[in-house]
């Protein structure tokens, strides 16, 4: 099989992933042999009950999480063969990350806090790129303001602009939406889908909220642990009615 260079890029993967929580008859195996693909420049959510495995499958596709068996592998790496200090080096030049609770830094600004992993890793600021970011989220006069100073949209906007500012090969979001508004939230998801269509970045994203999800081109279902299907092209009501057949 050859395999274009755009999906080489960006493709993150798994085969076969298991992570199983403590030990014995308590034993709890929270990923159970998943296998799915995120191709580069594309846009999925993943969806499940609760306790599904949706968290645990970012943590181990992200290298923030080990996994028990399986393979993980971003672009060309293979995260689980990596040791401590190349997977730490992996998720900080090539992986952003939008958590549910912003993760600022609050005694630097929003500019510094967008470009703090590029000036620790030594890396070159692409300012055309920085400006574009900053612009498509609305930041430019913001930049001088510490997050205790903005809202929470703004601060979560920061996040994006932080996550995206170093061209990584994918954005692994988790809940992004999931401690604003409707309104500020959907500023956020719309970010991202943009950021999908017009930049090429590749973005995957845990979420229970259907409308969310429906931002995305492609929804992975979880359901104990297992891929249990996926949904192209979706809508609320499409992924509702889905997640109502899983029990969720
Ligand atoms: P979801 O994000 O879909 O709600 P999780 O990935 O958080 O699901 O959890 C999957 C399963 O693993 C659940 O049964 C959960 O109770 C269990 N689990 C998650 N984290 C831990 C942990 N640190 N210790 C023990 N069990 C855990």
Redesign the pocket.
Known sequence: MTVSPVEVRGAVSSHELVKI??NGPAA?R?LDGVSVRFRAAQFTAIM??????????LHCLAGLDKADAGTVHIGQAELTSLDDTRLTRLRRDRVGFVFQSFNLLPTLTAEENILLALRLAGRKVDRAWFATIVDMLGLRDRLRHKPGELSGGQQQRVACARALVGKPDVVFADEPSGNLDSRTGADVLEFLRTSVHDLEQTVVM?THDPVAASYAGRVVL?AD?RVAGEIHQPTPESVLGVLARLGA
Do not use: E, H, I, R
Not at 48 to 57: A, F, V, Y
């Open positions: 929580y403590g709890v929270a499940g009950p609760s306790g599904s495995g949706k968290s645990t499958l845990v979880l642990g």
